[in-house]
């Protein structure tokens, strides 16, 4: 939206639509839930009771106490009110230097975006703690060549530093200060940090909270067995390690819906846990991961054998042909594959970490994927020999190869 690519109502489900399926939609915050009484109560004064309730209320944009961030120009990147608050102050102000302080992926996106849709208008400068840019998902030795396709384009990408304090002048922003001592301009500053639950409501509720949200069970039910919650707000297991994560990501919000809908209906499906699958697109390059990264794996106590494998989007023979990479974690203890990282530059490759996440569900071994076959066409995948799954499992096999 903030590019100008779409409207703030076409990322949003109209409330005609769930009219339309039998669903009354009323407009109003809720204040108060009395879950001895089965009562909502809301800002406008209305009461409505409830057999069942789902809590659905989401996150919130971490900002973290830095001084000047009240300045104006200062913005957060999370919902739509963000996204046409970007938007005004680009039309009211025209600012021309950019800063993004970290470097995940919703960073990467709205600052490719931005540079796409008006080429040469801005300055960029992305500021990220860690040593490389979209440290979740891709490990240093797969995120370099991401860091040097982005500042072919113009970005500048400032690692292992931090943001220690937005200097304004006027009441706006007017740059940044590092903890390097470096001094950046800057017109306009966009934080993606990270994000909070919104648990005040579930709180007030008395419901059992986790570390990383609400507590639920495997069947979207908190500790209150009336009550049902899903999506950021609610504490998730990693499917790998069975150890309780935030896991905030679309995905997982879509399917605990659906599923709490179907224990609502009678069904007894369980959250298998989480991968914490995504992707994103900057300009022509996509990224994509799957699992736990290497270093990931290694805090979480794996000793880990991987393998890095480049292919190609075609068969070598036909024109158009585009590089990729696949990097693939495996646990050398059971020599189950545990993760998967991919960067390409063209899309169709990258839709493979999916197949990967579904080795991962599989509890398939290095051994496994050595006789993997993917569909072949010349037009749409490299020659079978070049098939990176089971090529990167046989670089793993020789690293396993025993005594």
């Given amino acids: 939206m ?12 109209p409330d005609k639509k769930l009219e339309d399926a039998g669903i009354n939609v009323f407009v109003a915050e809720v204040t108060k839930v009395d879950a001895e009484k089965k009562k909502v109560l809301v800002s406008d004064g209305r009461e409505f009771n409830y057999d069942k309730l789902f809590l659905s209320t989401g996150s919130s ?7 000047g961030k009240e300045l104006k120009g200062v913005m957060a990147l999370r919902g739509l009110p963000d996204a046409e608050k970007i938007k005004a102050f680009i039309a009211e102000n025209n600012p021309g230097k950019l800063i993004f302080i970290g470097a995940g992926f919703i960073t990467m996106e709205i600052a490719s975006l931005l540079a796409a849709a008006r080429p040469d208008a801005y300055d960029i400068t992305v500021i990220e703690l860690f040593n490389r840019p979209l440290p979740l998902m891709l490990d240093k030795d797969m995120a370099d060549p991401v860091q040097e396709y982005l500042e072919g384009k113009g970005f500048k ?5 931090k943001v220690e304090k937005i200097v304004g002048k006027e009441g706006a922003v007017a740059g940044v200060e590092l903890g390097s001592g470096k001094k950046i301009d800057a017109d306009m500053v966009f934080m993606n940090v990270g994000v909070r639950p919104n648990i005040e409501l579930a709180k007030d509720i008395g419901l059992e909270m986790g570390k990383f949200g609400i507590k639920v069970n495997k069947f979207q039910e908190t500790s209150d ?11 998730k297991v990693n499917f790998i390690t069975r150890k309780p994560t935030a896991g905030r990501l679309r995905g997982p919000a879509v399917m605990q819906g659906r599923l709490a809908a179907k224990r609502l209906a009678g069904y007894d499906i369980e959250f298998p846990g989480v991968l914490n699958a995504g992707g994103c697109q900057i300009f022509d390059l996509v990224v994509s991961s799957t ?11 794996f000793e880990t054998v991987c393998a890095t494998v480049d292919s190609r989007s075609k068969h070598g023979m036909i024109p158009g042909m585009k590089p990729w990479r696949i990097k693939l974690v495996f646990d050398k203890k059971t020599e189950k594959i545990i993760g998967g990282q991919i960067v390409s530059h063209s899309v169709p490759p990258v839709r493979e970490i999916d197949a990967v996440s579904a080795l991962i569900l599989g509890g398939k071994t290095v051994s496994d994927l050595t006789t993997f076959t993917n569909a072949c066409n010349p037009d749409i995948s490299a020659e079978p020999s070049m098939e990176p799954i089971p090529v990167a499992a046989e670089a793993a096999l020789q690293k396993l190869k025993r005594p």
């Fill in 225 to 235: 067995p009336d009550i049902l919650a899903g999506g950021d707000c609610v504490e």
């Fill in 157 to 161: 990408i400032l690692t292992g530093d």
């Fill in 2 to 13: 903030v590019a100008g690519l779409a409207t703030g109502m076409s990322i949003v489900v």
């Fill in 291 to 301: 699992g736990f990264t290497e270093e990931e794996a290694t805090k979480e106590g």
């Fill in 61 to 67: 944009s971490f900002i973290p106490p830095i001084e």
